[in-house]
Nanobody, 120 residues
Framework: QVQLVESGGGLVQPGGSLRLSCAAS????????MGWHRQIPGKQRELVAS???????NYADSVKGRFTISRDGTKNTVYLQMNSLKAEDTALYYC??????????????WGQGTQVAVAS
């Protein structure tokens, strides 16, 4: 089993910052990539940012220039630094990790979600 534990969500005022963390643990041989998605009730989950094992990053247009994804490969941990937050960033943020288990099988695991609320 592979478990993802997220932290760092909360309530922040518009223009403020938050840093999300997600640590993957369990039977992990290798990680191909990690990322953050978000979901608003009644809408589809959308990709916010992702990072590969090689360090390549990808961002949703709506967060480019404001959010930064980074990763500590030694700890299988991914971070999302969110600056200049807007009300429309309010959502439940999910961490995702794709890789291979020691058994050789591929996994695609999700965290339980951490709430981010941006309001004055």
């Amino acid at each position: 089993q592979v478990q993802l534990v997220e932290s760092g969500g909360g309530l922040v005022q518009p223009g403020g910052s938050l840093r999300l963390s997600c640590a993957a643990s369990g039977s992990i041989l290798s990680v191909n990539g990690m990322g953050w998605h978000r979901q608003i009730p009644g809408k589809q989950r959308e990709l916010v940012a992702s990072i590969t094992s090689g360090g390549s990053t990808n961002y949703a247009d709506s967060v480019k220039g404001r959010f930064t994804i980074s990763r500590d490969g030694t700890k299988n941990t991914v971070y999302l630094q969110m600056n200049s937050l807007k009300a429309e960033d309010t959502a439940l943020y999910y961490c995702n990790c794709v890789g291979r288990r020691w058994s050789g099988s591929v996994f695609n695991s999700w965290g339980q979600g951490t709430q981010v609320a941006v309001a004055s």
